[in-house]
């Protein structure tokens, strides 16, 4: 005689199946970190790789420009590195999620009595983790070249928050990426797209010295307010330039609505395309 197999019922009301996707994600944070702090090689990058970009653009190129208003040219740099590494969460969580999907690991979570959004939120959660790592290590290269916040812990630490939102939004865009790429080898071809994002901002230099029409692109890219946020938020130098464009007069307002916006918008399709997926 074969026992029946017990599979628990979903939640009905809102709150509880908030806190049972909440509970299903977390599980899944805990895989992906014990995956991470099991891969030397992919840890060493998350630091190592930051402390390069900081060594290449601030010794190499730090001499070669101006900084808006004066100042140090590394002060300006670091910000920008931050926005850059908070942006590069796109692709680390593109291939997970395509490595996931491509190995089998997506079929038996959903095969699984688990919340359907605990995948996505789950590797959203895990890439601010790992942005947790990179920052630390971003943080460290800069305080050794001279880089340090000005406007007291408070407004330091409100620099920081813009970043992990940025980095928790763009989550988002790399778990709708990696599920429609499907294969680990399409993402890793993808990944290298994302530079270009951010370099047409004003992440390594102002944006005045741009063509009309590429500025136009550079000061509405997300990353140029993100970047500006952190030098108002840190006193660091070069937070405006000599003509300041609309989306640039507040810079945390709206690197804040860039960053809900695209969590509204991506992560309700993200969740759609992993029970899609699942027909």
Aim: hydrophobic letters at 55%.
């Amino acid at each position: 005689m074969t026992a029946a197999l017990w599979v628990p019922t979903p939640p009905k009301t809102p709150l509880a199946r908030i806190r049972w996707a909440a509970s299903d994600g977390f599980v899944l944070v805990r895989r992906e970190l014990e995956h991470l702090f099991r891969d030397p090689g992919g840890l060493a990058s998350e630091i190592v790789l930051p402390a390069i970009i900081v060594l290449l653009f601030g010794y190499v190129l730090g001499s070669a420009i101006m900084v808006p208003g004066g100042g140090d040219y590394r002060e300006y740099l670091m910000p920008g590195i931050f926005a850059m590494q908070a942006m590069m969460g796109i692709g680390v969580t593109i291939t997970t999620v395509a490595g996931d999907l491509a190995d089998g690991v997506m079929d038996r979570f959903r095969s699984m009595p688990m919340a359907r959004s605990a995948v996505p939120f789950g590797h959203t959660v895990s890439s601010l983790a790992t942005g947790l790592i990179n920052f630390t290590g971003v943080a460290v290269c800069a305080l050794v070249v001279g880089w340090q916040p000005h406007r007291g812990l408070w407004l330091t630490v409100a620099g920081f928050g813009v970043l992990f939102l940025f980095r928790y939004a763009v989550g988002w865009v790399g778990v709708l990426l990696g599920l429609i790429f499907k294969t680990e080898e399409a993402a890793d071809h993808a990944v290298p797209l994302m530079f270009p994002l951010a370099m047409i901002a004003n992440t390594f230099v102002p944006t005045d010295g741009m063509p009309g029409w590429l500025r136009v692109i550079a000061d509405w890219n997300p990353i140029s307010a993100v970047t500006d946020s952190c030098r108002l938020l840190w006193g660091n130098p070069g937070s405006h330039g000599t003509v300041v464009s609309l989306p640039l007069q507040n810079p945390v307002l709206t690197a804040v609505i860039w960053s809900v916006g695209i969590i509204i918008v991506v992560a309700p399709l993200a969740v759609w395309r992993y029970r899609a997926a699942a027909k």
